[in-house]
């Protein structure tokens, strides 16, 4: 039975705050993320190899001393505790066994930090989405799905705290709408492929993680709308429709917390800060310390509220001090370190607020996701249950709230940006509010090559 | 009286209904239709390259403007022969091996079509041997491999490898690119160019196509 969301988590914004939630949630070793300390949260790959039978010692020799390697760091610099994420590459979720061989390797040495500095951590493990391999994505079924759903359970059983993914159902569409700015298509890629396939996807890996000691974290739109943030960045797309786009995934991640996710959502799914106002779950966040992974607009404001703190990726490659998981281990420690500081000397709303000022106004991706921007508009959406409605309504409020605040002008804004949210306005009017018959109407305008409607219960 | 150079403007507005008036008109009053071509429908594109080159147009712009000039196209085409239509190069393109990120291989696809270039788009988690096949049945001036991941990026290295072995390397040049692709890379692995993103690979393969180095397109 899904659970619904037909309120906010919070009533007060000044309560909406980094560190604490309503849910929190409590791991193994004792972390309780979300119960009011902002924890590091270390992500890392390979450099540029092959990996195969004869490569893997040296794959897993590299993991085994990233992991000594930054929990040493931890250690050193006092973390309160670590949540390390196992992000895989693809090669490590089509031959499990080499997955769950590296996270064992993640575990092992996860053990022995506690053992030698009484280290706190926690395990987030993420294979990928190879549904997506088959073209046009196998969905529901065959090699892919079984070798990933082989890897949670594994990695579960053998102590993974957390399970999350960046799920694609729909992105086989939504690379369309993103390239055409097409905002029609892309409310039917997130609000009706992308919400029926995370409704399969979650309902499985929640049942997964339950039988297992193991949460079901969360998802991201990485494929979605952090494409859209990456194409505005480069000057392919609007900065407006990339904003639009963020809000427009939002009721897509929520699924999985209908489902039974309980958190931290995966780091780099920005619409953290609405699922964080609407389940009141934990939420994982990056920003300035992922720039070794990309560029992004969000730099400050992502940490406004939240749980854990990520680097994003970092491969391991040797800086002037130290290997790049070490170095990027100890920039999240001592981000958190004054976060955690400004809360112990009642100064974490001001700092909040700092964090959400000196982004919010230089651009509009950072705009959308200001505290009060998200309370407001996540006020709206739980008062419709159709996740249908919820994503046209996401879209729909974003460019209201988008065009009020370039018209007062409280965020920066390019000459083109009023054209382009009149476009999409229009656009959001005309989609109807039954989805079947939405379908109908889209049908001529997609590519049946592309994506097989079965596979999303169409 | 329908000119070229609304056929320009047409193309550069991204008007779809317009243009197919417009390209009748020309044609009805007896203009060469190689003419519409080169001096309406592509001149049209290369007002609108520039523009994204700099900032000024948005990809969605850029791709309505190719869906006018193609629309455009459908035209002229039935007057002239498949010889006639003016191409800048023959290009084989594809996500390498193991590797699923289309997006950007995507963009550039749609960016060498909409400069004139004849594309073959091999799609993603293209093995090394399809490259090579490839190579051997289109016959292109440039082979493009991309890879997002720092374990696909050596699939790029393999694939070169495999040209090599079948005896058709020295038959293309080959571009590469990609997050975790540098020009180190491309230097290392004996690529002949490197680009960051899709709207500067078209410069490299326009750069590469006037170099008289590059191989000429081999007769089927």
């Not at chain 1, 008062?383 to 065009?403: G, I, M, P, S, W």
């Not at chain 2, 196209?73 to 084989?92: A, Q, R």
Request: with cysteine; proline share 4%; hydrophobic share 40%.
């Amino acid at each position: 039975m899904a659970k619904k969301f037909n309120k906010l988590a919070y009533t007060n914004l000044d309560d909406f705050v980094y560190g604490s939630c309503p849910n929190p949630v409590t791991t193994k070793s004792g972390m309780v993320i979300g119960g009011g300390v902002v924890y590091p949260e270390i992500n890392f790959t390979l450099p540029g190899m092959d990996i195969n039978d004869v490569t893997m010692p040296k794959a897993a020799t590299i993991y085994s001393n990233i992991i000594e390697g930054v929990l040493k760091r931890a250690a050193e610099l006092y973390a309160p505790g670590v949540l390390v994420e196992f992000e895989t590459l693809p090669d490590f979720t089509e031959h499990p066994k080499y997955g769950i061989e590296i996270n064992r390797i993640l575990l092992n040495g996860m053990k022995e930090a506690a053992e030698k500095y009484g280290l706190k951590t926690a395990i987030r493990t993420t294979p990928n989405d190879l549904r997506e391999f088959s073209r046009p994505p196998i969905m529901r079924s065959g090699k892919y799905w079984e070798t990933m759903l082989e890897l949670y359970e594994q990695c579960a059983k053998d102590g993974s705290d957390f399970f999350s993914i960046e799920s694609t159902g729909g992105k086989e569409i939504h690379d369309t709408a993103l390239v055409k700015a097409d905002i029609r298509k892309a409310v039917f890629a997130l609000g009706i492929l992308g919400v029926n396939d995370m409704e399969f996807l979650w309902k499985h890996l929640v049942d997964l993680a339950n039988a297992n000691d193991c949460f079901a974290a969360g998802d991201s739109a990485c494929g979605f709308a952090n494409t859209a943030m990456v194409l505005a960045e480069k000057g392919f797309i609007p900065h407006v429709f990339a904003a639009v786009i963020r809000v427009t995934a939002v009721p897509r991640a929520l699924v999985a917390f209908e489902q039974g996710a309980v958190g931290p959502s995966k780091d780099c799914a920005y619409e953290g800060p609405y699922l964080k106002a609407i389940t009141g779950s934990p939420i994982s966040m990056e920003g300035k310390t992922a720039a070794g992974a990309h560029l992004s607009p969000v730099g400050n404001i992502a940490a406004a509220v939240a749980d854990t703190w990520s680097n994003e990726s970092i491969q391991q490659v040797k800086l002037l001090s130290e290997m790049a998981p070490v170095v990027a281990m100890e920039q999240l420690i001592y981000d958190c370190r004054l976060m955690n500081a400004a809360t112990v000397n009642g100064q974490q709303l001001m700092f909040r607020d700092l964090l959400v000022q000196s982004d919010s106004a230089l651009d509009v991706q950072a705009y959308v996701l200001r505290p009060d921007v998200v309370m407001r508009i996540s006020a709206e959406l739980v008062k419709t249950q159709d996740n249908f409605l919820r994503t046209k309504l996401a879209a729909q409020l974003t460019v209201a709230e988008l065009k009020k605040a370039i018209v007062e002008g409280k965020v920066k804004s390019d000459k083109r940006d009023m054209k382009w949210l009149d476009k999409m306005e229009k656009a959001i009017e005309s989609i109807p509010d039954d989805p079947n018959e939405f379908y109908h109407q889209m049908k001529s305008e997609l590519d049946m090559d592309k994506f097989i409607p079965s596979e999303y219960g169409l | 009286m329908a000119t070229l150079n609304d056929v320009s403007q047409c193309v550069l507005d991204g008007d779809l209904n317009g243009i197919k008036v417009l390209v009748q008109a020309l044609i009805d009053d007896g203009t060469d239709p190689i003419v519409i071509i080169n001096d309406g429908l592509i001149a049209g594109m290369n007002i609108v390259a520039p523009l994204f080159k700099s900032g000024e147009m948005f990809v969605p712009e850029v791709m309505e403007s190719a869906d006018t000039m193609n629309e455009g196209m459908k035209l002229v085409k039935p007057l002239i022969t498949d010889d006639d239509i003016p191409s800048k190069g023959k290009i084989i393109i594809g996500t390498v091996n193991g590797d699923l990120h289309d997006i950007g291989k995507n963009l550039l696809v749609m960016m060498m079509e909409s400069r004139g270039y004849t594309v073959i788009d091999l799609g993603v988690d293209v093995k090394e041997e399809a490259f090579s096949a490839a190579v051997k049945e289109h016959k292109p001036n440039i082979v493009g491999m991309s890879s997002l991941l720092t374990t696909t990026m050596m699939k790029i290295e393999s694939t070169i490898k495999q040209l090599v072995a079948d005896g058709v390397r020295n038959q293309v040049k080959i571009i590469i690119g990609g997050a975790p692709v540098t020009q180190e890379f491309a230097d290392d692995i004996g690529a002949d160019g490197y680009s960051e993103d899709a709207s500067t690979a078209v410069e490299l393969c326009d750069q590469m196509m006037s170099d008289q180095s590059c191989p000429e397109e081999l007769s089927a």
